[in-house]
């Protein structure tokens, strides 16, 4: 009797060793399921990027013309039987059906701008874009103060124009370029950027945005409100919330009647801070409201980066955030002087130099 147990013990040992093994393998294969899942995934979303929006058409080729500016009202009362004439467009639909909702955004891998244009085939030059199918709600001036961002501008351009397509927006692509090293002014920039859209088309909506915030869900639309809209709520350098209930940085809009009440923005906040704030309290004192997307929909990443040269702190910003009333009429959009050194309309956007001269 003694000598059955070792044959026993080993027969347990050899079900158990069995067992693992099948435990593994099933572990492996559940593991390298959603391995592959992901990659799937990851795929769709790139194809969402690139894909939908090569279903509307290009622009003319001037960046402005009179010609371009459409009749609204007469459009939007259209026949689809005049549509198909040729005649005149529909009113685009209140919310566009191209959009796909949350979208993935990564920076490890470099693109390249013959890239992005040969994605975007129907973007224009000078970076503008209008449905052809219907006619835009809104004609939107993107507005982008910039100084040595290459790298951060080709990310937004590539995941920018895909979506602002998908929104079914008429639209243009402005950076405003500091020139020479003095230390940077955002806002006035900004102001730059209006002044110099509206010389180019009859904008009645401006999105003012940081080179480097990528939205990453396109239901956040790039377009005005009847309250000035704040669209970056959920940064992840923030851990996706508000850092605090005024904030107004990174990408807002606002409707050319809403900017022009306030005079604009400040042509004297030099260097990092407290110009975002200033614009607030310019809202804030008219009356106006912050309108906002969901914090789901208002998901957007940063590009991590080194603080600019000349862009350090600005140790004035909190006695001129504490004075924006008594500032606000004088300082603006109305007093604002600037040169431009160079204009180029390339083909994803168009550029602007201009000195804005020094504090
Ligand atoms: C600055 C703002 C900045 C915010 C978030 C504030 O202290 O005044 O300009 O956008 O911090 O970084």
């Known amino acids: 009797m ?33 391995y592959v899942r992901s990659l799937d995934i990851r795929f769709s979303f790139v194809q ?7 279903i509307t058409g290009p622009i003319g080729t001037t960046g402005s013309t009179e010609a371009a500016k459409p009749p609204l009202e007469a459009k939007a009362a259209a026949e689809p039987d005049e549509l198909a004439a040729g005649k005149s467009l529909k009113k685009c639909p209140q919310t566009s059906p191209l959009l796909v909702g949350p979208l993935r955004v990564e920076f490890n ?19 503008r874009y209008k449905p052809k ?21 080709k990310f937004w351009l ?3 124009h895909p979506i602002l397509q998908r929104q079914q927006l ?11 090293d003095e230390i940077f002014n955002r806002a006035k920039l900004l102001n730059v950027g209006y002044a110099e859209a509206m010389k180019e ?36 350098k923030f851990g996706f919330r508000l850092p605090y209930n005024q904030y107004f940085g990174g990408v807002s809009s606002m409707m050319k009647g809403q900017y022009l009440s306030i005079n604009g923005f400040p042509n004297n906040y030099w260097g990092w801070g407290g110009e975002d704030d200033d614009i607030y309290n310019r809202l804030a004192s008219k009356g106006m409201t912050i309108s906002r997307p969901s914090g789901d929909v208002g998901k957007c990443r940063m590009i991590r980066h080194e603080r600019d040269k000349q862009n350090e702190p600005n140790p004035q910003r909190f006695d001129r955030i504490a004075h924006t009333r008594d500032t606000m009429n004088k300082d603006g959009i109305k007093s604002l002087s600037y040169k431009v050194v160079s204009k180029e309309r390339l083909a994803l956007y168009t550029k602007i130099t201009v000195d804005i001269g020094k504090p």
């Open 170 to 180: 008429d639209y243009g692509v402005y950076v405003i370029n500091q020139d020479g």
């Open 2 to 34: 003694a000598s059955a147990e070792p044959t026993v013990n080993f027969n347990v040992l050899h079900r158990t060793c069995k067992l693992v093994v099948l435990l593994c393998f099933l572990h492996i294969s559940v593991t390298v399921f959603f």
């Open 158 to 160: 590539y995941y920018l």
């Open 48 to 54: 969402n990027q690139q894909t939908r929006a090569g």
């Open 133 to 153: 199918d219907c006619v835009a709600l809104q004609k939107v001036a993107i507005i982008i103060p910039f100084r040595k961002r290459d790298e951060h501008l």
């Open 201 to 236: 088309y009859d904008y009645d909506c401006f999105i003012f945005s940081d080179v480097d915030l990528i939205p990453m869900d396109d239901r956040n639309i790039y377009k005005c409100f009847s309250q000035p809209r704040h669209l970056s709520v959920s940064m992840d």
């Open 109 to 127: 891998i470099p693109v390249s701008l013959d890239e992005v244009e040969k994605t975007n085939p129907n973007v224009g030059p000078g970076g």
